[in-house]
């Protein structure tokens, strides 16, 4: 099992940042990645970045050149920097962890309870 905690999520304005952090623990060297979706009401929930053991990364198209994923040295924490945000970055955002296989494909993973991003305009 794997436990995942989200923080950092807030209300911000147009064109403003926030840092995203996700703290992991329990079978943490079980994982070979971690990512960040998010879900804004009414809507399916998305993938938004994901970053494997070896750094590789992956972005959503919306959000290419905007937002940055990064790990720490350990790999059990994760972080989603979101510059310029724009107010259909809103949402709730979920951290994932687990096996990934290929660029989005999971073949076990955990959730995060998930916080809340809102921008507005």
């Known amino acids: 099992q794997v436990q995942l905690v989200e923080s950092g999520g807030g209300l911000v304005q147009a064109g403003g940042s926030l840092r995203l952090s996700c703290v992991g623990s329990g079978s943490i060297f079980s994982i070979n990645a971690m990512g960040w979706y998010r879900q804004a009401p009414g809507k399916q929930r998305e993938l938004v970045a994901t970053i494997t053991n070896g750094a590789s990364t992956n972005y959503a198209d919306s959000v290419k050149g905007r937002y940055t994923i990064s790990r720490d040295n350990a790999k059990t924490t994760v972080y989603l920097q979101m510059d310029n945000l724009k107010p259909e970055d809103t949402a709730i955002y979920f951290c994932?962890?687990?096996?990934?296989?290929?660029?989005?494909?999971?073949?076990?993973?955990?959730w995060g309870q998930g916080t809340q991003v809102t921008v507005s305009s």
């Open positions: 994932r962890a687990g096996r990934l296989i290929g660029l989005a494909l999971w073949a076990q993973s955990w």
